[in-house]
């Protein structure tokens, strides 16, 4: 957790609006702010207030503070039992990958999330209670979380994907389609270092040719 935890502070959940947040903090304001309560105690609780609406009240520090919380605390000891309740993980999950900084992941956190909603029991869960259709919804918002990892992390999940790919044929197709595309990412990726590498010879080149 990080060193305090600004939705405790002020009695709101993560998933709370900025009109919330502005509305406890203003309560908590007219019980705790030095006119209405002059005791050591209350000032020392106004501090932590202020404190964390200043962080919660901007949308860019809660966004940073947000990641923060979500890369330093983890819900993957959780075993869900119904299947829209894995799809509902599953969104959040895919949520917060896409509102975070791409370069701020914690990727080795990311893959253990996924790793654990893909478990074995979870797995039999989706094949034996959930429909092809609600697999299929799983299968899209894994795939859109996932989308951050480094190839060898899809790679690894790629043989449970499949499981959940393989009762239609356009699961099957979305997952190679996401492949194919970490493919070409790897690929793209190991050819940019040679490309500037070249570049920069020849535009040394270029100079020492221009400077005979």
Request: hydrophobic share 40%; glycine share 2%.
């Amino acid at each position: 957790m990080p060193r305090k935890d600004y939705y405790q502070v002020l009695g709101i959940t993560p998933s709370a609006s900025a009109a919330a947040v502005k509305q406890a903090f203003r309560r908590l304001v007219m019980r705790y702010h030095p006119d209405k309560n002059p005791s050591a105690a209350a000032a020392a609780v106004f501090r932590e207030i202020s404190e964390a609406y200043e962080v919660l009240g901007n949308a860019a520090s809660r966004r940073s503070y947000d990641q923060q919380r979500w890369q330093e605390t983890s819900a993957t000891a959780l075993i869900i039992t119904d299947p829209q309740v894995l799809l509902l993980h599953g969104r959040e999950l895919a949520k917060k990958v896409q509102q975070y900084d791409p370069l701020r992941i914690d990727r080795d956190k990311l893959y253990f999330e996924l790793n654990h909603l893909l478990s074995a029991y979870h797995l039999q869960l989706l094949e034996t209670q959930a429909s092809p259709d609600l697999n299929q919804a799983i299968l899209e918002t894994l795939l859109d979380a996932a989308t951050p990892l480094e190839y060898t992390s899809k790679q690894a999940l790629e043989p449970v994907l499949s499981r959940l790919a393989e009762q239609s044929a356009t699961g099957q197709d979305l997952l190679r389609q996401f492949m194919q595309s970490a493919r070409n990412q790897r690929l793209r990726a190991r050819m940019t270092v040679p490309a500037v590498l070249l570049l920069t010879l020849l535009a040394c080149l270029l100079i020492y040719l221009l400077t005979q």
